[in-house]
């Protein structure tokens, strides 16, 4: 099956600091990425959708300033959480579609990246 | 309303039991439903889709009722190992396909 990875799978960071997320699609090209943050007891939700070589389409009340997403490769999107503050601290996890997209096409999602800020 | 709702439990139940989960959606566009497995700390994995005729997997069986907007899951003959947060996700038409994941309903199989 589809495999896709992130890294780090955890990061502990001091408040003000900037952390870079990398997700990858190991073994299929993913012209779509999405990545999703997930607090304690919480549903997974949206943050962005990534696009090859196009600009993230960001959800409503997420800041495209503070969470830069990169989608530079058919195989790569990275997320950069910018001045990192506590309340950032969640689960952060990304997920590929493989091409072409269609109704059914499963997403396989990254291991999760846990990101904690002092 | 929110987009996906369900109840997120937990659900207690003893070995070799029969349990459903209900799942209700707002959006009456929606075009692809799905229910995934979360395990406690890790990534969902998706469990299986939900076609409009029904569709059944082993001892999982999904259903789809589009006029009630709201999709099920049933599990027979509970095992300890279908202990884990069963999360209703639903996708939406459109180029980029939209998909909203419900909270997720805990799953707890008692020995």
Redesign the interface.
């Known amino acids: 099956g589809a495999v896709v990875s992130q890294h780090p799978s955890r990061v502990i960071c001091k408040s003000g600091t900037s952390v870079k997320i990398e997700c990858r699609s190991l073994d299929f090209q993913a012209t779509t990425m999405f990545w999703y943050r997930q607090f304690p007891k919480k549903s997974l939700m949206l943050m962005a959708t990534s696009n090859e070589g196009s600009k993230a389409t960001y959800e409503q009340g997420v800041e495209k300033d503070k969470f830069l997403i990169n989608h530079a490769s058919l195989t790569l999107s990275t997320l950069t959480v910018t001045s990192a503050h506590p309340e950032d601290s969640s689960f952060y996890i990304c997920s590929a579609r493989d091409r072409p997209a269609s109704s059914y096409n499963e997403q396989f999602f990254g291991p999760g990246t846990r990101l904690t800020v002092l | 309303r929110k987009e996906?709702e369900q109840d997120?439990g937990p659900f207690n139940v003893p070995e070799g039991a029969t349990v459903a989960f209900n799942c209700t959606y707002s959006n009456s566009a929606s075009?692809?439903f799905f229910w995934y497995r979360q395990d406690c700390?890790?990534?969902?994995?998706?469990l299986m889709?939900v076609y409009s005729s029904g569709n059944e997997d082993g001892r999982f069986t999904a259903q789809l009722n589009r006029a009630s907007q709201y999709i099920s899951l049933l599990i027979r003959d509970s095992k300890l190992s279908d202990s884990a947060t069963y999360?209703c996700v639903v996708?939406d038409l459109g180029g980029?396909?939209?998909?909203?994941?419900?909270?997720?309903t805990k799953l707890q199989v008692i020995p």
């Open positions: 996906v997120p075009q692809s700390r890790k990534e969902p994995k998706l889709s999360l996708k980029y396909q939209k998909v909203t994941f419900g909270i997720g």
